[in-house]
T-cell receptor, first 113, second 113 residues
Framework: DAGVIQSPRHEVTEMGQEVTLRCKPI?????LFWYRQTMMRGLELLIY????????DSGMPEDRFSAKMPNASFSTLKIQPSEPRDSAVYFC???????????FGEGSWLTVV | DAKTTQPTSMDCAEGRAANLPCNHSTISGNEYVYWYRQIHSQGPQYIIH???NNETNEMASLIITEDRKSSTLILPHATLRDTAVYYCIVRVAAHQAGTALIFGKGTTLSVSS
């Protein structure tokens, strides 16, 4: 079982550049979540999808952030333009519709300089 | 906002039981208690969940008070690999409503030899 797969694992980019984070959920999972973790704010929910449709995006910090799920096996989180305060670990997670367990990926470590 | 209160940190000797408390005095009748943990640099990992009965699995036991206002996660024989941040979360079960996990600050458990 492959688990939730995220890429890239680590990225360093310059302020103002576009950043795209990718996620492949576990096959058969209908829910997909994006979280952000920083020392100051802890783990924050950004957005989640059900059957590829965004359900709650109230955690998306501002218009620079956007997330898409074009199909059941792929999602992207895009930051444009990136800023140093976006430096964080971004986690993707997925779960089955009737599942009580949410499975997390290993995270994408983003540094914006 | 997180609906739970946990101690910031706890220590435990290797081989001893680790008892991690959690207060959730405003829990609703349809909300479950979930426990996740996050080992350094990894994504959060599901441990156990329960509604009102005590639960046990291969990782831990969950004791929920009769009034459901608090609970305790028990790691019966803590090892060094159990050093992590432990999160207590309340939410409705996935099959009732697709909801995400909202993380608080958790308890940092340090297991030492």
């Amino acid at each position: 079982d492959a688990g939730v797969i995220q890429s890239p694992r680590h990225e360093v980019t310059e302020m103002g550049q576009e950043v795209t984070l990718r996620c492949k959920p576990i096959s058969g999972h209908d829910y997909l979540f994006w979280y952000r973790q920083t020392m100051m704010r802890g783990l924050e929910l950004l957005i989640y999808f059900n059957n590829n449709v965004p359900i709650d995006d109230s955690g998306m910090p501002e218009d620079r952030f956007s997330a898409k799920m074009p199909n059941a096996s792929f999602s992207t989180l895009k930051i444009q333009p990136s800023e140093p305060r976006d430096s964080a670990v971004y986690f993707c997670a997925s779960s089955r519709p009737s599942g009580n367990t949410i499975y997390f990926g290993e995270g994408s470590w983003l540094t914006v300089v | 906002d997180a609906k739970t209160t946990q101690p910031t940190s706890m220590d435990c000797a290797e081989g001893r039981a680790a008892n991690l408390p959690c207060n959730h005095s405003t829990i609703s009748g349809n909300e479950y208690v979930y426990w996740y943990r996050q080992i350094h640099s990894q994504g959060p990992q599901y441990i156990i969940h329960g509604l009102k009965n005590n639960e046990t699995n291969e990782m831990a036991s969950l004791i929920i008070t009769e009034d459901r206002k608090s609970s305790t996660l028990i790691l019966p024989h803590a090892t060094l690999r159990d050093t992590a941040v432990y999160y207590c979360i309340v939410r409705v079960a996935a099959h009732q409503a697709g909801t995400a996990l909202i993380f608080g600050k958790g308890t940092t458990l340090s297991v030492s030899s």
